[in-house]
């Protein structure tokens, strides 16, 4: 039996069984010697999409927003567990002593959060630089983490409890809440390179793995829509202004960086809180980057519309 804090490691499927199968299988073999629960939760979906290997479901989808309150909830009820992984199911990883050296990470460097570095299959490879692989030797401190697969301590969740139960779902901003809580604490945050995982990103609404969300928008809507959401939040909840500086922070980080990293967010001034994402919410090194990437986006937008009978 391992001598690491006990982690509490929580995957989230919805309409996707086949890879949620993959990912539960590449970590099942390993809780013994890394000292983890490994639970399985699906969120409504449909009967030929949940995974042989779910542990805990929906009725419903209750979407990311239900299912991390949730998380939190066992978290508080189970005081065993020193450490919370909440992670997105379209994620591929080596299971083998993944998650006994991201505990040893937090624990040899007193992190309120920590996460991988990650990858995605998209042309950015993930928007947030702070996400990339910078291959750093040691963790890189930093303001914010992307909520895809986060280490989370229980000081956090216990300074928490539960996320306000009137936010409008689904939305962002978990992780950016969180953000806020461990700054504000002076609680350290941060991403190792050393552990590197590959995440399709936004596997239910792409439509080349079939739109299997559930709750009729696609990539577009339901973008907008969750921003939509996150912005009556986070001004109800009186944190605009933390937003705005934590938003600048993600944006300006790296920006002057030595790796010729190409596409950047661009600050809230800059253009950043744009109605959608365009080529004016992006940061370019150069006009060569911003021609291409403007050129992409507009195929993209004509077969979008196209698709929908709107061109």
């Known amino acids: 039996m391992s001598d690491l804090p006990k982690t509490l490691y929580i995957i989230l499927n919805h309409n996707a069984g086949q890879i949620s199968t993959i990912y539960y299988e590449e970590m099942k073999y390993y809780q013994e010697q890394d000292n983890f629960d490994l639970l399985l939760i699906d969120n409504g979906s449909k009967v030929s999409e949940r995974s042989m290997h779910t542990t805990h479901s929906f009725k419903k989808n209750v ?47 007193n992190f309120a959060m920590v996460a991988p570095s990650g990858i995605e299959g998209n042309a950015g490879q993930n928007f947030w630089p702070i996400m990339h692989c910078w291959y750093k030797k040691e963790p890189r401190v930093v303001p914010w983490i992307d909520f895809i697969c986060p280490f989370i301590n229980r000081k956090l969740v216990e300074e928490i409890q539960q996320f306000p139960s009137w936010w409008r779902s689904p939305s962002y901003g978990f992780d950016d809440y969180c953000s806020i809580i461990c700054n504000r604490k002076g609680w350290r945050i941060a991403v190792s390179d050393l552990m590197t995982i590959f995440h399709i990103g936004q596997y239910t609404y792409r439509e080349q793995y079939g739109e299997r969300a559930d709750d009729g928008l696609d990539l577009y809507t339901m973008q907008s829509k969750h921003r939509d959401n996150f912005d009556w939040n986070f001004k109800r909840s009186g944190l605009k202004d933390e937003m705005y500086e934590l938003d600048n922070l993600k944006a300006l ?44 986006e507009e195929i993209l937008e004509n077969n979008y519309l196209k698709r929908k009978g709107l061109k």
């Not at 239900?66 to 591929?92: C, R, T």
């Open 63 to 109: 979407y990311f927003n239900g299912a991390i309150q949730w998380a939190f909830k066992y978290m508080l009820d189970h005081p065993e567990y020193e450490y919370l992984v909440f992670s997105n199911n379209d994620i591929f990883l080596h299971g083998y002593r993944f998650v006994e050296t991201m505990v040893t990470i937090a624990e040899g460097n």
């Open 253 to 296: 980080y790296g920006r002057d960086n030595s790796l010729k990293m190409g596409r950047m967010p661009a600050t809230p001034d800059e253009g950043y809180y744009g109605l959608r994402p365009t080529i004016d919410r992006q940061w370019f090194r150069n006009n060569e980057q911003r021609e291409i990437f403007k050129e992409r």
